[in-house]
């Protein structure tokens, strides 16, 4: 894997939560929530020209048969606004189970 910061996204109907990873793309750390909405993806900008982001992951909540609802599709478009607007590249991460992980 390439060094760099990354950032990671969870698109949300109230807030879009954030976090980067450090340099080496090893160890996470929590950032601030922006609030959703049209001005959503400018708090983002934001994060990713501060910590000079290598690539951006955000969030697919795909249903457990693996179909996509109006969430993921909310999700993919907004995923498509950052990678337009930042200029960095954007990947859509299965969010299937994650909390069960977490």
Known sequence: MRPGVRIACDVGTVRIG????????????????????SASVEGVLA??????????YVGLPLH?????????LG????????????GVPVRLIDERLSTVQA
Do not use: F, K, Q
């Open 18 to 37: 954030l976090a980067r990873s450090d340099a080496t793309g090893m160890l996470a750390v929590p950032l601030d929530a922006v609030p959703a909405g």
């Open 47 to 56: 994060a990713v020209a501060e910590w000079d982001v290598l690539e951006a």
């Open 64 to 72: 457990l048969s693996g179909a996509e609802g109006a969430s993921a």
């Open 75 to 86: 999700a993919r478009e907004w995923a498509a606004l950052l990678a337009e607007r930042s």
